[in-house]
């Protein structure tokens, strides 16, 4: 006996009646591929159900009592579409790593090569603000990559490479900061990534702007007003135990009462 059902995902309506009672959850999913491409290792499909519990792949159709054109919902992303948020960014060869960069530096604030390059930067670079700046508040900058967002690891959204405690710690921070986000890639991946992780126009907290690689220069200095928390990676593995924004929200309070921060040592934030 034939099925035909209507799989509800993306905002439309694909109907499938090529089934069978006979054919299983996974038969089901390979026919949601070839309509939408979304793998089916990435298929959620809502509602369909044995004794509670999620039906398997090996489930067949017919032990599922669905009616006629049963509308089922479906969560998943396309391959291609994950890569604008989840995959690793492209290479610049402009930029340097936050990790790879030593120890040891070079004083570099009056070197004219370097002063040429930062002039020459802050000449050709626009800043898309966001959100005006607020009178009094400091400027707080948060790399994307293993500090808000592990973007190594795979996820069916970027949800689950969502650091911990993330919108409790911009939330708490703008109370005393603006905030401004950094990331050694294109203007588009920062975008993409900030809307997947609901950064973008959350209601609690406000984003003065955003940075790119193109607003950098390569330059060694001291890291000043730097301040190191352990990065986040393997988001599948640490999630329940990363408590580095919780913790690093708590610093940002207390050094938020002084009038300046240039005597800071932030090596030892933690303590």
């Known amino acids: 006996m034939s099925l035909s059902v209507i799989i509800k995902w993306g905002g439309q309506e694909y109907s499938i009646s090529s089934l069978s009672e006979e054919d299983t959850v996974m038969d089901l999913k390979q026919?949601?591929?070839?309509?939408?491409?979304?793998?089916?290792?990435?298929?959620?499909?809502?509602?369909l159900k044995?004794?509670?519990?999620?039906a398997e792949d090996e489930v067949t159709l017919g032990s599922l009592k669905l009616k006629p054109n049963t509308?089922?919902?479906?969560?998943?992303?396309?391959?291609?579409?994950?890569?604008?948020v989840l995959a690793p960014h492209p290479e610049n060869d402009d930029v340097v790593n936050d990790f790879d960069i030593e120890d040891e530096v070079i004083e570099v604030e009056h070197r004219e090569e370097n002063l040429a390059k930062i002039?020459?930067?802050?000449?050709?670079y626009k800043v898309e603000e966001q959100n005006p700046p607020r009178e009094g508040k400091r400027l707080l900058v948060?790399?994307?990559?293993?500090?808000?967002?592990?973007?190594k690891s795979c996820a069916e959204t970027g949800q689950e490479l969502m650091r911990p405690y993330l919108h409790e710690f911009l939330t708490l921070a703008y109370e005393d900061y603006d905030i401004v986000i950094w990331s050694a890639t294109?203007?588009?991946?920062?975008?993409?990534?900030?809307?997947?992780?609901?950064?973008?126009d959350n209601p609690n907290y406000k984003i003065t702007f955003m940075l790119d690689s193109a607003a950098?220069?390569?330059?060694?200095?001291?890291?000043?007003?730097?301040?190191?928390?352990?990065?986040?990676?393997?988001?599948?593995l640490n999630r329940e135990k990363d408590r580095e924004l919780y913790k690093l929200s708590r610093y940002l309070k207390e050094i938020a009462k002084l009038e300046d921060f240039s005597g800071l040592n932030h090596k030892h934030w933690e303590r």
């Open 186 to 200: 294109s203007m588009k991946w920062i975008d993409a990534k900030m809307k997947e992780l609901g950064v973008t």
């Open 216 to 236: 950098m220069i390569t330059v060694h200095t001291p890291k000043r007003g730097v301040v190191e928390i352990r990065p986040f990676m393997k988001a599948h």
């Open 50 to 54: 044995v004794k509670g519990k999620p």
């Open 71 to 84: 509308k089922i919902m479906m969560m998943g992303t396309r391959e291609e579409s994950l890569e604008d």
């Open 142 to 151: 948060l790399d994307v990559d293993y500090t808000l967002f592990d973007h």
């Open 119 to 124: 002039a020459r930067r802050v000449k050709d």
């Open 31 to 47: 026919s949601i591929k070839s309509l939408t491409g979304v793998l089916p290792e990435r298929q959620k499909l809502l509602g």
